[in-house]
């Protein structure tokens, strides 16, 4: 590249997973980043970090970014650092407040989707928890996913500012992107559960369809740098999941 | 009162729960805060915010934080937000972002020792998924347990600034008195398994008795605000989870 990147990121390179987040962000920005495990030597640069060989925090586990000397981890924690710094968020305390708090519920929820296949160890393949994990999903997509994008969806009927039209004050924001990401993530995942619920979140699946038309948005998803869901990510198609 | 309280803390009555990580906060700091839902009406009006009732963003759940026109939730956004203004971490935004980074990943912490006894649905009795739990805490205990307690001590022993002694910087912050809770509620809740484990650990078994014997934290575990761990918190004593 002829211009040098401003941000690094740090992430498995074969899924979307939290880092998703991240690159949506950035892609959404027209940020300089580097997906660095992608790259060549990508994966024992990021194993260098993880196993405490650089200086600075240790992150605990990817996602994380370096941006000049500072590497910072925890999806949310990153997002908080670097959406001021593309236009991603206001200026002011109380909307980054606001922003901070929609996506430590979103990251909630990701966690949460994550479990339907993992309910029992992270360790364990999920062939070795499938009985748990049916009945983690089946609770999951009858109350978790309703109650968590219902909150969404209320919060956006909610927000006057942004005529139910953003999550954060009056303007587009990194937690309309990361909306889009869990919108699309759980329609993949549970393609059936998703369709019933669908009707009851007008606002948010309006909110996905302006995200998605974002040129940027456009671009990225039609491009390389977006990998396809899969069944090593978090949001997993198994049928039997989605009954 | 005779002073006005600057804080109002809103979270359940009868348990420590993710809302001890606030009051060890406040207690520590000797802030002004008022405890909402353990006082004459509490409950009522914690459950206005939560119905929506009030003006701003809605919480998703508890614990939740008024501060002027502000309310904050989610554990740690209210403690990044609260923590500068209470001399509980530094005022550059490395240290803050260290810190943060930090408290996500007690978070974790946290959720996951909660899913040891609620691994299928948050919605069921611990009866109803007894089985459930005693694999996934089994799986916690010899695994998720140790690696992030390690990882935490890890950091502990690579802050050079703080000398083993602090997670952040060359002072105590919040993430030191999270510590301490996360300590003492694996102890409670999994005694043979922290008694275990509890060798590997000293830099943070040595945090936890430093933090125990800070004069604010002493008279507050002594004090009828300290709520006893019980079996309706995060932190439960189940020995058919603590093989």
């Known amino acids: 590249m002829a211009t040098r990147a401003r941000y690094r990121l740090y992430y498995w390179p074969t899924i979307q997973g939290r880092g998703e987040l991240i690159r949506l962000a950035f892609e959404d920005a027209g940020a300089r980043y580097v997906d660095v495990a992608r790259e060549p030597g990508g994966m024992k640069a990021m194993m260098a970090f993880l196993g405490g060989h650089r200086p600075g925090l240790t992150p605990f586990a990817p996602p994380f970014v370096q941006v000049g000397r500072l590497v910072i981890a925890q999806t949310a924690n990153i997002l908080a650092f670097v959406a001021p710094r593309l236009g991603l968020i206001g200026d002011d305390e109380p909307s980054r407040v606001a922003a901070h708090q929609l996506q430590l519920t979103i990251s909630d929820l990701v966690a949460e989707a994550h479990d339907t296949h993992h309910p029992i160890a992270v360790g364990l393949y999920y062939e070795d928890q499938k009985q748990e ?6 609770d999951f997509v009858a109350a978790r996913m309703p109650k968590l994008l219902g909150y969404l969806e209320r919060v956006l009927a909610g927000n006057r ?21 869990i919108m699309v993530g759980l329609e993949y995942a549970f393609p059936r559960a998703f369709k019933r619920l669908q009707p009851r979140l007008p606002l948010l699946g309006a909110l996905r369809d302006r995200v998605a038309a974002r040129p940027r948005i456009v671009a990225y998803l039609a491009s390389a740098r977006r990998i396809p869901f899969n069944e090593d990510g978090i949001f997993r198609r198994y049928p039997e999941l989605d009954r």
């Open 133 to 138: 994990a049916q009945r983690r999903a089946a």
């Open 161 to 181: 500012a942004g005529k139910g039209r953003f999550l954060v004050g009056r303007a587009h924001s990194y937690v309309d992107l990361s909306a889009f990401q």
